[in-house]
């Protein structure tokens, strides 16, 4: 069975230009997760799906970052403009199920962002 | 406010010398406890868990971790390392309702032949 895959693995592009991550969840896995990893610090939360709805984006750092889940299956993130300090390592992670005791999360390798 | 606090950025161990990462947390409710494993090119792997029950956890390849409540801890030790085990290992902590993980900064392992 495939794991949760993340597009692209590296990412350079320059100030202002706009990125699109995509994670391909783990096949029947309703919720879907992402974090980022800001150089040197910690994992930090943005947002959780169930299906395709929003759970909760309370961790999304601004306007400038959309995530969608088209029906549910992969999702993606996309950054516009992007800046400086955005970035960081961009992980996905996906469940069967919501809670931490009746279920594991699996993570992606996540997506290295650079912008210059 | 909730957080992790792994103090050591980096850990050089000789290989077959005993590892204990450090993990303290501030965090409200019952914490659900965590730790995983980044090693180079690869995603985040579970290493073990903690819910409740018994503080002595054991996990995969060879690794265990002991909640303490007393002291907010959750160390993460392996009595002989493998130079296979160089990698970077996060703690977490989260409740029961979602995979919301707050996180430690991760600590790096390195690994003397």
């Known amino acids: 069975e495939a794991g949760v895959t993340q597009f692209p693995s590296h990412s350079v592009i320059e100030k202002g230009q706009t990125v699109t991550l995509r994670c391909d969840p783990i096949?029947?896995?309703?919720?879907l997760y992402w974090y980022r990893r800001v150089m040197g610090k910690e994992i930090k939360f943005l947002l959780h799906?169930?299906?395709?709805?929003?759970?909760?984006e309370s961790g999304m750092p601004n306007n400038r970052f959309l995530a969608e889940r088209t029906g549910g299956t992969y999702s993606t993130l996309k950054v516009q403009p992007a800046e400086l300090e955005d970035s960081g390592v961009y992980f996905c992670?996906?469940?069967?199920?919501?809670?931490?005791?009746?279920?594991?999360?699996?993570f992606g390798q996540g997506t290295r962002l650079t912008v210059v | 406010a909730q957080s992790v606090t792994q103090p050591d950025i980096h850990i050089t161990v000789s290989e077959g010398a005993s590892l204990e990462l450090r993990c303290n947390y501030s965090?409200?409710?019952?914490?659900?406890l965590f730790w995983y494993v980044q090693s180079p090119g690869q995603g985040l792997q579970l290493l073990l868990k903690?819910?409740?029950?018994d503080t002595l956890v054991q996990g995969i390849k060879g690794f265990e971790a002991e909640f303490k409540r007393s002291q907010s801890s959750f160390n993460l030790r392996k009595p002989s390392v493998h130079w296979s085990d160089a990698a970077e290992y996060f703690c977490?902590?989260?409740?029961?309702?979602?995979?919301?993980?707050?996180w430690g900064a991760g600590t790096k392992l390195i690994i003397k032949p």
């Open positions: 977490a902590v989260g409740e029961d309702s979602n995979y919301q993980l707050i």
């Open positions: 096949s029947g896995h309703d919720n």
């Open positions: 903690y819910f409740s029950g």
């Open positions: 799906f169930v299906k395709e709805s929003k759970q909760d």
């Open positions: 965090y409200g409710a019952t914490p659900y």
């Open positions: 992670a996906s469940s069967q199920y919501r809670g931490l005791g009746s279920t594991e999360a699996f």
